[in-house]
């Protein structure tokens, strides 16, 4: 898939962790296709572990039993997905999701499930067995499911054919694949694999690569076999990761093209963790929230949104339907930092990006503990005739020749497009 | 157990690989106990997989069905092991080589089986379950029967306490732990709790530490909880993996001592490799198998026949009951490489170590590709006042003042016993 | 200094070695300001040991004797650079190259000459002296002339105040400072300090650091204190170096911005090491020369001409006066490489780079060795409206509405400037 | 030279840095005849830069004038060494040494004078100069004095052959080269040249390798080519370093032997630092002291006296006249450490080595920081038939058949020499 914009949706983790229900998806799904659909935000996902039945947080049962049909395909835990009963599968939850005007996405992780090979059940359209594909020393290091698949043994490509068969007759439209980002490159042919197989499967389908870090030096291939890649392991709403994402987004940041974009991972704002106490809220300030949809923006990083939708307030409303700010996710090209330094002791990072239609887009970062005043020379932005346009969170009109002055808030940040004169 | 010597005796992996049988064992015990036992050769081991009914070959069947009990211990698979029957597992087995005056030993594997855990068997003696105690990273990296045990789980010590009680209910002597040896310093907490459940479960057992190479920083550890640990990987007959020994042996000799010793592996000699081909016979040279029977006993490591012993050759029984070599890896004390240099562009090493007498053992070993004449000044050795004894392969007297004269084949060895003048 | 574009020139390194005169100099000078002045070629650098009286090749003669005056401060070798008689330095030959409009530079070495810390001279405007001020084990590792500066040192700042004190009195407009760029981060205190006295002097010198790799870590610091910084070791005319270049263009093409370029080196074409041989021409071929053009050009690394001008024959000159290329060399921003990938077995490039007027710039490369006719959709330059546009190196104008056809030699390269539809 | 035990001696360094002149000299080997010589003490080495006539504490004058001869040779300031005038070198100081009964060393550095490079001195037997044998890039991280030679080039041979020429012709019986030991492997083959020179010169000298930490993996050229090397950066008079210096002896202590010994380094009891101020005594405690006298003998280590021998009180003379300690240095035997482990929390080093007559030394350590009773089972020495034998420091008899009880002062040590029952 070559699509145009980096996807924007819903996911369930940072709200449900494991025990995401068919409810919860339905009533999220509502309040998109709402309140969301028109800015852009198009998919639902469902994150891991629909497969187990007894999943009631963000942790993993070790050795669970899970949901699987004679083939070792992974099926819906009924008790959570009513709608998968009678080996439906997430058909009927994907459908209610396209009525809507969505797309469905669900969460895989990379192998053959651990009870498939210790049952020994047939692969699909082959007389091999689970045992005889599985490879031996493959293992998640934080989750009991799965086996890796070898795709040097005959039966390989046909369970992975197999399963993306059923996820397409399903109607998925975007597949999470997990413990494969960072796995190379001893895990490299298996991905490859995977991501033929997906291609292969008749159905359009988004493929995301989790967790981070994926590899600076295997860039070209996250490139050209998948759509978005994890740039960081779990993004949650603490200062020092975001800070931290400036760093990633630095290297990666010219990496991100049609079709294929580095990952920041999801927007944890809004009402998470509801799984453990539904008071919990975002602990990100509203100015780093600012900061975080401005760089993930303009770095045209996947939009991810963490949060229980239904539960949005206004000011989180507000920072997700931002016209202006979206369509500079849609439209930044180029985008790089300009520099990351000290002014006046705070430390401060500078981004630029063109747009399709000969202007550009500035963001500026205060990273540091206190706000800010500061000046920065047009020139540092390679700007010698001065500049016109709009500051994106306020809509406030800015117009200048030498500077451009800039107010922040400690972690907050502004967002500039500007039309060359 | 501190026992003064390092063990001695027989394993079925050299030969038999993972599909060793009772027959052999029994075979293999007769003949020890007849020809062998005098000259101080008593352990009988079975290797690998004794628990696995349909092992054929030195590869192990991936995922493949093991013998265990209600509470997850493995079991001898009857079809190989008749004695075996009625739950009796390697009781009369044990039983048959005591009664031959010699011990019984057995391979285990770090953690409980998979098998168990994925049945989620009861741990005995506790209310608590396989999966609860299974560490759900940590896999053999080459065979698939087991997790690792997490210690700081409630029921991980009554999984080991009961299988160590198992096996001196069976009457075992000798314990080999694979997969544990150099999976330091991530599984020493693992090593430390099983170390001990073997230590109180009421009966002595020598453990000894599979794959090496073990780690030369961890010697203190290797020493206070185990009787040997292996030093090198695999050791099979080929010239490079025993000249890589010297270097292993220089840096671990001053490691071994009174019931605990660095473990140079089996000895290939005479049929090995049966179960792929019954002409199969060691691929060393004659001198190669006295330089390895000459370096394992001047550095004291234990010795383990790997060869099927009825085929026992006139060379192969004289190489094994050298009563002058055995007694060096008895009484040497102090082992230790005195040089290893080129010698007429030829590489030679020499070592030295007291007896209990007074007297000493020496040493030579030709590492090249040539025969050698060379002369070994005796001040290199610290001897100032002329040597008396004997070469111990070939019997001859010798007696020098300045110097040592030695011919060596290449790849070959000579040892000396003198007494101070 | 915040110069606009990247600085081009004349070097007289990769021609002349350590032997550059005064006469080579005022040749070329005469030539540049002719024929190349008005496609923006203005810079002219004297390089390294200016200051040795018998330096005859690219090679240092260990330990030499050099020209310096009573501050230790190194002077022009009369017998080589005869204006500078009678202690006018360099004033002479810098004030002719101004008067043909052009702008003077020369090499140094980070530190101060071993030759006055032997002697103990005297610091300028100091009461300290040399010994005082040498960092006793910062040494070059392939050049004996100088010891560093240790900038914790009384008169350490004296000294570096000295040295470009004197600089600017002669009219230097351009300092290559070598045994710097890659000698951090242990002489990082000492090159901030050198940047400080250049910056301070009263004089707008670029500063150029050598030798590369520059660390890509330590970007923003060459950003913020140098104009230029070599980002790979000395670059010859070896297609194995060219090709390296483009993984190193890959990651540190986002720090080239006004007034901080990253440096790929001189452009060895032409007439070059004729201080070995008077027939030495480039190695490059026609296409590879065209592939590095085009890859410093959009790139904008600085561009500073290797050979002996009066000897360019036709197709140098046209390779240099290219007006388009040299228009995207000034023009071109937030340049990155798209992909580098194999199309039909052959390893080929694609960058882009934004323009300032709303177009755009696009290079094809062929690193592979056969030639190709490639396909390159739009959709991988994220342009959805065809193109429409000429290739900078022929001419020929082109449009497009799905995909670029670009043909290529093994080798060569294709660049085009788009606007958008 | 093979001597048969590490050499004993004084060495200026730990009392009077660079500083020492011929009245310490004289006095120290004065007081060594009268009162030491009779235990086997005799070197009397004059250490670092008795070239350099202003030297005056601890640390080095960076780029200082030193004196020389017209070869570069250097020679001793004869201010501070007035007997050398007149061209005498040490030859007179060598001879008064003689004169006593003792033996005469000088220290040394690798490389040639800096200053003789600067000066282009003639190689003596040879038409090269200085500058055309001095490795461009090699010097010393911690002194200006010289530069490294070139094994390569022409002149560098003579040049080693040159200073050791003069070295014999004054009668040096031992050099202490610095800057050497360490720097291996890339001046390694100026090592292997500097004591082929060395051992070419016609007079015996004992070479001994500065500074540490040698490289383990290097022992064996060490062995071949010199008589101690250094197994440690400069020990001075802190238990931090003498705690470390056990796990150094441990991997260090297969390779002493007749000739050559790893070095722990000089012994800094009694007065020391007296550069600084004449009151300086060494830090470490009686038991300390007990512990590295124990330490060093049985390992072997060369012995050499860091303190103004005449301000030596009773403690210290006895520290050093041990009779029996002594002949534990001279006749231990295969010296190894058995354990070092924990009992009763504190942590223990229990060391063993055999004598030459049937009998054994042991050495029992308390490196924690509490007095402890303890009691090792004589098993752990391999010994089954009881010890009879004395405490060397003490004098007590002790005779035991189980175990060996000990009671240690917290960094104290027990030393026991015993014969086999």
Avoid at 95 to 105: A, M, N, R
Avoid at 256 to 265: E, I, K, L, T
Wanted: hydrophobic share 40%; net charge negative; charged share 25%.
């Amino acid at each position: 898939m070559k699509m145009k914009t980096a996807p924007m949706g819903w996911n369930s983790w940072d709200c449900y962790g494991a025990a995401v229900t068919e409810d919860i998806v339905r009533r999220n799904a509502e309040f998109m296709a709402e309140h969301l659909k028109e800015y852009g935000w198009e998919y639902i996902v469902v994150d891991i572990q629909w497969y187990e039945p007894y999943a009631a947080t963000n942790e993993y049962h070790p050795f669970a039993d899970v949901v699987m049909d004679e083939y070792g395909r992974l099926l819906p835990a009924v008790n959570r997905f009513p709608s998968a009963a009678n080996g439906a599968g997430f058909g009927p939850l994907a459908e209610y999701v396209h009525s809507l005007g969505l797309k469905f996405g669900i969460h895989i992780m990379r192998g053959i499930p651990r009870q498939a090979v210790h049952q020994n059940t047939k692969i699909m359209n082959s007389d091999r067995h689970a045992r005889e594909i599985a490879k031996t020393n493959s293992i998640c290091a934080w989750n009991t499911d799965m086996y890796g698949v070898d795709p040097e043994k005959d039966g390989a490509r046909e369970y992975y054919n197999s399963i993306f068969e059923l996820y397409a007759s399903w109607g998925v439209d975007f597949i999470k694949c997990d413990d494969i980002a960072r796995e190379l490159p001893h895990e490299e042919s298996e991905l490859i694999m995977l991501s033929k197989a997906l291609h292969g499967c008749g159905r359009p389908m988004v493929l995301s690569l989790s967790p981070g870090p994926a590899l600076l030096e295997k860039a070209e291939l996250y490139k050209q076999i998948s759509n978005m890649w994890r740039i960081t392991d779990d993004f949650w709403d603490k200062w020092e990761l975001l800070y931290d994402m400036f760093s990633r987004a630095e290297k990666w940041c010219t990496h991100a093209g049609a079709g294929h974009w580095p990952d920041a991972d999801m927007l944890p704002v809004g009402p998470i963790r509801q799984v453990y106490d539904v008071n919990n809220w975002t602990n990100f300030t509203q100015d780093e929230q600012i900061t975080m949809l401005t760089l993930w923006s303009i770095m045209r990083s996947p939009l991810m949104l963490g949060g229980e939708l239904t539960g949005f307030d206004e000011f989180t409303m507000n920072l997700v339907t931002n016209s202006e700010i979206l369509a500079m996710h849609a439209n930044a090209r180029h985008s790089h930092q300009v520099w990351r330094r000290e002014i006046d002791g705070i430390e401060h990072a500078l981004w630029i990006a063109a747009d399709t239609k000969g202007g550009y887009y500035v963001a500026v970062f205060n990273l540091g503990d206190k706000d800010s005043d500061i000046s920065i020379p047009l020139a540092d932005l390679e700007i010698y005739d001065g500049v016109n346009g709009t500051e994106l969170w306020s809509g406030e009109h800015v117009e200048e020749q030498k500077s451009l002055s800039v107010s922040l808030k400690s972690h907050g940040a502004r967002a500039y497009h500007f039309t060359y004169n």
